[in-house]
């Protein structure tokens, strides 16, 4: 079996065509390779004029007479190998069960620990039901939403499994997905999703071999209270949506709460567990024609049926030493109303599958740290979050209606009147009005730099009628907790803190693997 990478393949190109390509490269007759298998794909639309897919392979073949082509490997099959260990001395708990808390609990599960999660959302079926309740009336549940819940803030997202890890984890977090019901595609696409539509059944099939290894999954269950003797934890206390509190004795706990976990994180600091502030980003969502984005992307091959909606990622770096940047593009999708707390409104991204709606979104954001909080306090950051998420929330009118500009508008520094060509797609509903009053100056100004800036590189991103939605304020999470080599907490042993909550991870795989590393060491 040889890998072989940087095949061109047009863009109608079939797997005979694959199969003929691969040959021509091992330098054997067709008939020689026995089966093509894609390991990556990718679109390569550097030149208009000649948009086309770069492929690696596997080809099954019992020769290479091609010795001096550098990119003709042997084929190396991927095993995940569990850690060896013995039955730990009290069952495990994993609080939170987004990527992380998800894929920490599947491998202690897998080693024959049977986990216990607690997660203070509700299972991805009931959250569903919770979240669009929310997005049509307005009312919004401050422990089941877009953030909280099976899944995670993910959940409820373009699904995207690209990352910049060049952890080997990853390919087990991709295998697990696909086994679980994901596309099959993602195991080879260079930029892999799964989409909002197709999450909950996997997140769920995955939840269900979690327990039918013997684990227990407890949702709408919020923790309450860490206990600690001599530096070391003895337990948790949780509190069930309906019932009483109780307390779980355990000798390890993986914590992996997600990144809008503010009272989480108050507890905490009321325990002298050791955080600092990180910094992050904030913003608006900024809307355009996906037409146009395709255009631009791929020129005349714009709506090719084998290529779908194009994306784009964008960064600038401005004179002042802010970086402006776009984060979590969604092609063809809408922007999502993401509030966890009542009275404060944020704003998400997400697309289904198959990426067809009218609009590309993207998040607009702009890097803040710890000398604009205001304070050296450890959650500082989190303080500054609410300040935004308030005032987004008033300047919309105190209903969840979203705050939202032109772009030309909002370039001119001038409040909107009416909307354009692009509709916004956020729902409960929108109020046209200036940014400025809702963002800090500094955030305005630089992503009007980073607009005009980003428009050079790709032609229309100023376009007048794009709309853009506030606030983004959850890009990455505002504080770290600390912990070691081994993912424990430096404040108390048997505790690690795990994924983006705890500010080691950011997106859906690379929280996934931190989850998977944290449990390995839960393991060792």
């Avoid at 032109?406 to 009005?433: H, M, N, W």
């Avoid at 800090?440 to 032609?459: E, F, H, T």
Wanted: glycine share 10%; hydrophobic share 35%.
């Amino acid at each position: 079996m040889y890998r072989i990478s940087d095949i061109a393949l047009p863009l109608s190109g079939t797997e005979e065509d694959l199969k003929a390509l691969a040959a021509a490269r091992l330098k054997v007759p067709v008939y020689a390779v026995q089966s093509v298998r894609l390991y990556k794909k990718s679109i390569d639309a550097r030149k208009k004029e000649d948009v086309h897919f770069i492929c690696t392979v596997e080809a099954d073949c019992d020769r290479n007479n091609n010795p001096n082509d550098v990119k003709i490997t042997e084929a190396q099959p991927y095993r995940y190998e569990l850690p060896s260990c013995k039955k730990l001395n009290q069952r495990p708990v994993v609080v939170g069960f987004g990527p992380a808390g998800l894929f920490a609990a599947l491998i202690l599960a897998q080693a024959g620990q049977c986990p216990i999660v607690f997660e203070r959302g509700s299972s991805v079926e009931k959250r569903s039901e919770q979240v669009a309740h929310f997005w049509s009336t307005g009312q919004l549940n401050p422990n089941s939403n877009v953030q909280f819940g099976e899944g995670g803030a993910g959940t409820f997202s373009d699904g995207k499994l690209n990352t910049g890890t060049k952890d080997s984890r990853s390919r087990k977090v991709l295998e697990e997905f696909a086994a679980a019901g994901a596309p099959e595609e993602i195991l080879y696409l260079a930029k892999p999703h799964i989409g909002t539509d197709r999450l909950p059944a996997t997140v769920k099939n995955i939840r269900e071999q979690i327990i039918s290894l013997g684990g227990e999954v407890h949702f709408d269950t919020t923790l309450q209270n860490i206990f600690q003797k001599d530096g070391r934890i003895t337990g948790i206390e949780v509190k069930p949506l309906t019932g009483s509190a109780y307390r779980v004795e355990a000798e390890k706990v993986i914590l992996a709460v997600g990144h809008s976990a503010r009272d989480t994180f108050e507890l905490l600091s009321s325990l002298n567990i050791a955080m600092e502030q990180k910094p992050f980003s904030i913003g608006a969502r900024i809307e355009h024609p996906q037409s146009r984005i395709d255009t631009t992307q791929y020129g005349k091959f714009a709506g090719h049926p084998n290529l779908g909606a194009a994306d784009y990622k964008l960064a600038v770096h401005l004179p002042g030493g802010r970086g402006v940047y776009t984060f979590c593009m969604c092609p063809g999708g809408t922007v999502v109303a993401a509030a966890s707390e009542e009275n404060r409104l944020v704003t998400n991204g997400m697309s289904r599958f198959a990426r067809d709606g009218k609009n590309a979104n993207s998040a607009l954001l702009v890097g803040v740290g710890p000398k604009d909080f205001g304070s050296d306090d450890p959650l500082a950051g989190i303080a500054f979050q609410r300040r935004l998420e308030e005032r987004a929330f008033q300047l919309g009118g105190g209903n969840y209606h979203a705050p939202v500009q032109r772009v030309e508008d909002f370039l001119k520094r001038r409040a909107s009147k009416f909307i354009g060509e692009v509709q916004p797609t956020y729902v409960p509903g929108v109020t046209p009005c200036s940014l400025d009053d809702c963002l800090p100056d500094y955030v305005a100004d630089s992503m009007r730099q980073g607009i005009l800036l980003m428009n050079s590189r790709l032609r229309g991103f100023s376009y007048p009628d794009a709309l853009l939605t506030a606030v983004e304020s959850r890009s990455s999470s505002p504080v770290r907790i600390l912990r070691g080599e081994t993912c424990e907490s430096v404040a108390v042993s048997g505790l690690f803190p795990c994924g983006e909550g705890a500010g080691y991870a950011g997106g859906i795989i690379s929280a996934a693997v931190d989850g998977i590393r944290c449990a390995e060491q839960v393991l060792m």
